[in-house]
């Protein structure tokens, strides 16, 4: 048996020129943080992870020099507890899953008990264009070979939010699956807006179910469980959410009042790949749609596929998210710490069979982007 013998963690920033601005931000974004994980064990392997920050973690990495690294349940519980004392340590379990893979000898999809490396994909959109070019962009998506798009809303007037989902549909027609994300629950730390109530809520989702929106995402704060539970009761369009939402009790209220259709945790911000792989068997179980959040880089998008791969497969999670919105979100930007981007095929994605998550750093870029901190700006 081996043990683990360190971890690093560090932060790297690649500047962002022209600059990316984000829905979901109201400052558009100069830089692109990523921090990596290594954790190390005796033998000379290293798994990788990467999410969250990660700030003040070294004050803890004493609870897991010297373990089994193959203990991940006990290290999922300890990053548990961590996670209240000092942020979201989630990166530090992908790390541990990719180590627990090579020391194996065996992809984390496989190691989860998935049966196939297949997954479809959406293209998930990120910026704000005029009605004319978020049609362009749908075409865009279209010859890529994606088959589904999520837009995102926000815009000034619900009306020209809702005017790019006709326009898309007027123009492309059936050819594209679309998701809308309303992302009521997320706020930049300076942004105080009001998520929407369930009557706002109701109407919009009214509005996407007459235009065949296959799933509206995050349309209340994720805490509003009355506020989900009547507004499932009220529409007819699947009603998606979760992605930042952390603990298993919470999750467990979701799925006890009937809250979602479509559940989007990601493991590199919640619990974890240890504590969604259970997760994603309860929401199948209960016959909804399990679909992890992946909007971040590459190695979290990495993570999170195998996530999906390894527990519900392709039936379970119907459409996986691909961040993909060139030029301002390229596959260059997105994945710019791995020695190669993560392609998407006609749109589906083929996992491979290389042990722990298959991925290889862009050790010379990792250097040149190097930090003290991970900020946007
Ligand atoms: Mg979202």
Redesign the pocket.
């Known amino acids: 048996m081996s043990e683990i013998v360190a971890i690093e963690i560090t932060h790297h920033q690649l500047l962002l020129d022209p600059p990316f601005p984000a829905s979901w931000d109201p400052k558009p974004r100069t830089k692109f943080p990523v921090t990596i994980v290594r954790v190390r064990d005796s033998e000379g392997h290293e798994g990788i992870g990467s999410g969250d920050v990660m700030y003040g973690f070294a004050d803890y990495a004493q609870y897991f020099i010297g373990e089994d690294p193959l203990a991940l349940a006990q290290h999922a519980a300890r990053l548990a507890n961590i996670e209240f004392h000092a942020g979201r340590p989630w990166p530090l379990d992908v790390a541990l899953w990719d180590l627990a893979g090579k020391i194996q000898d065996r992809p984390v999809w496989q190691l989860l008990g998935g049966t196939s490396p297949h997954l479809r994909l959406y293209a998930s959109s990120a910026v704000h264009r005029p009605v004319s070019d978020m049609v362009s962009a749908a075409q865009r998506v279209i010859d890529g070979g994606f088959q589904a798009m999520k837009v995102r809303f926000g815009r000034p007037s619900i009306d020209d939010d809702l005017a790019v989902v006709s326009a898309i549909r007027d123009a492309h027609g059936d050819a594209l699956t679309l998701m809308v994300?309303c992302?009521q629950a997320?706020r930049m730390p300076w942004d105080t807006t009001r998520p929407w109530d369930v009557d706002m809520a109701a109407s919009v989702a009214a509005r996407l179910h007459d235009e065949g929106v296959f799933w509206i995402?995050?349309p209340l704060h994720r805490g509003d469980y009355v506020g989900y539970e009547e507004l499932r009761k009220r529409v007819g369009i699947k009603v998606a959410g979760g992605?930042m939402t952390r603990e298993p009790y919470e999750f467990r209220e979701l799925l006890q009042r009937n809250c979602l259709d479509v559940f989007?945790p990601d493991c590199v911000c919640s619990q974890g790949i240890t504590g969604l792989a259970t997760l994603a068997r309860e929401v199948a179980a209960a016959g909804h749609i399990f679909t992890p959040?992946t909007?971040g880089n590459g190695i979290g998008m990495l993570a999170n596929l195998h996530l999906a791969a390894g527990t519900v497969g392709q039936a379970g999670s119907q459409w996986v998210e691909y961040p993909f919105d060139p030029p301002e979100w390229s596959v260059a930007r997105r994945d710019y710490p791995l020695a190669a981007p993560l392609e998407a095929n006609n749109g589906w994605i083929e996992l491979s069979d290389e042990p722990g998550l298959g991925l290889r750093l862009d050790e010379t870029v990792l250097a040149a982007t190097l930090s003290a901190e991970a900020t946007f700006s």
């Open positions: 994300d992302n997320w995402e995050e992605e989007q959040h909007w």
